[in-house]
């Protein structure tokens, strides 16, 4: 069964960053494409950015391209997000996920992390 464990996230200024991360166990994670999905409240979720098994192909929403950064280390079994020039509209519960929107049936999510952007 999967099991994914997201962490990092915090209170953050306008223009500041974080650093998530989601340790996956249970699967074999280096054979899974992986993604971030957000959901801020009241609306429904979004996919963020996703990366390839091996981690050499990235995919980015247009609203966070340029600002995050999406790695992996499969050697760890975890999956990072780099958020730089974070905005207030990035604010949200962030999830990793499996696969490549993470928003298919049959996708697993973790518990998610909260990202808060306010000065």
């Known amino acids: 069964e999967v099991h994914l464990v997201e962490s990092g996230g915090g209170l953050v200024q306008p223009g500041g960053s974080l650093r998530l991360s989601c340790a996956a166990s249970?699967?074999?994670?280096?054979?899974?494409?992986m993604s971030w999905v957000r959901q801020a409240p009241g609306k429904g979720p979004e996919w963020v950015s996703a990366i390839s098994s091996g981690g050499g192909i990235t995919y980015y929403a247009d609203s966070v391209k340029g600002r995050f950064t999406i790695s992996r280390d499969n050697a760890k079994n975890t999956l990072y997000l780099q958020m730089n020039g974070l905005k207030r509209e990035d604010a949200a519960v962030y999830y990793c996920a499996t696969g490549r929107t993470g928003l298919d049936q049959g996708n697993t999510w973790g518990q998610g992390t909260q990202v808060t952007v306010s000065s």
């Open positions: 249970e699967f074999t994670f280096g054979t899974y494409v």
